[in-house]
């Protein structure tokens, strides 16, 4: 999947979320699952992806990615099964 900005979230395997950015959502998907992407789900393997939105610029993905980074988490969890995902 390239063409766009991605955010994202991850359901990790102690049940936290994590939420990131990208420009090749395939290619940071396979890194976090090889444990070669970001040092905290590195340590929280398996990763499974639960959430995604795409944008045109790079400035909306990352500002999208602050905002759901400021949520809770029942707050990630609706936005999550409201884009068609599930825990």
């Known amino acids: 999947m390239k063409d766009g900005q991605y ?9 936290s979320l994590y ?9 940071r998907m396979e890194s976090h699952a090889s444990g070669r992407g970001c040092k905290y789900t ?11 939105e795409c ?8 500002s999208r990615e602050w905002h759901i ?6 707050e990630k969890v609706k936005l999550i099964e409201a884009g068609g995902g599930s825990l």
Do not use: M
């Open 7 to 15: 955010v994202y979230i991850l359901l990790c395997g102690d049940g």
């Open 42 to 52: 590195r340590s929280r393997l398996p990763v499974r992806l639960v959430y995604t």
């Open 19 to 27: 939420t990131g950015w990208t420009n090749d959502l395939e290619k």
């Open 69 to 74: 980074k400021q949520l809770k988490r029942p």
């Open 55 to 62: 944008f045109e610029t790079e400035h909306e993905a990352r």
